[in-house]
T-cell receptor
Framework: EAGVAQSPRYKIIEKRQSVAFWCNPI?????LYWYQQILGQGPKLLIQ????????DSQLPKDRFSAERLKGVDSTLKIQPAKLEDSAVYLC??????????????FGEGSRLTVL | AQRVTQPEKLLSVFKGAPVELKCNYS??????LFWYVQYSRQRLQLLLR??SRESIKGFTADLNKGETSFHLKKPFAQEEDSAMYYC??????????????FGQGTILTVHP
């Protein structure tokens, strides 16, 4: 079974530029999550989708971050404009509803963003 | 607000020694607790959950509601246990299933 796919793996940008990350979840997984992991910290949930609807985006900085999952499959996370403090690894995860209820999320390898 | 604390950033033990990774939480409702692990160059993955009361790779963890702790233990550490370990909490009810709050993580190094 193919895992969660993310791209790009690495991205370096200047502050105030924009960046987009892509995620393709495990086939059949209705729930998709974007987590932000700053160096030295645990992952923090940014946004959770159930199919193409947003379940939770309470910790998403909406003035600069946006995310969409238009067809209920793959998803894009965008940052515009980027700030230095956005330097982090952006993890995408997915789960079926049953697995989500049991707390088992399947993570991608992450996209490492460096903002200079 | 829910919070997970892992007081040790780094933990080093020798092979065959017992190991305990500490995790404390604060949560007003009925939490579910998990341990996730990330081995070198691998993805973050679930190790075990308290509700299953299972032993995975020799690791166990008991939820102590009185002390609000969920420490991860293994009686005899192996070199392949070297990894980053995260304790995580999930709201047992509500619509935000799968919403995990992670601790800061503990890097475990098992020396030969």
């Amino acid at each position: 079974e193919a895992g969660v796919a993310q791209s790009p793996r690495y991205k370096i940008i200047e502050k105030r530029q924009s960046v987009a990350f892509w995620c393709n979840p495990i086939s059949g997984h209705a729930t998709l999550y974007w987590y932000q992991q700053i160096l030295g910290q645990g992952p923090k949930l940014l946004i959770q989708f159930q199919n193409n609807g947003v379940v939770d985006d309470s910790q998403l900085p909406k003035d600069r971050f946006s995310a969409e999952r238009l067809k209920g499959v793959d998803s894009t996370l965008k940052i515009q404009p980027a700030k230095l403090e956005d330097s982090a690894v952006y993890l995408c995860a997915s789960s079926s509803r049953a697995e989500g209820l049991t707390g088992e999320l399947f993570f991608g390898e992450g996209s490492r963003l460096t903002v200079l | 607000a829910q919070r997970v604390t892992q007081p040790e950033k780094l933990l080093s033990v020798f092979k065959g020694a017992p190991v305990e990774l500490k995790c404390n939480y604060s949560y007003s409702g009925s939490p579910e607790l998990f341990w996730y692990v990330q081995y070198s160059r691998q993805r973050l993955q679930l190790l075990l959950r308290h509700i299953s009361r299972e032993s995975i790779k020799g690791f166990t963890a008991d939820l102590n509601k009185g002390e609000t702790s969920f420490h991860l233990k293994k009686p005899f550490a192996q070199e392949e246990d070297s990894a980053m370990y995260y304790c995580a909490l999930m709201n047992a009810g509500g619509t935000s299933y799968g919403k995990l709050t992670f601790g800061q993580g503990t890097i475990l190094t098992v020396h030969p």
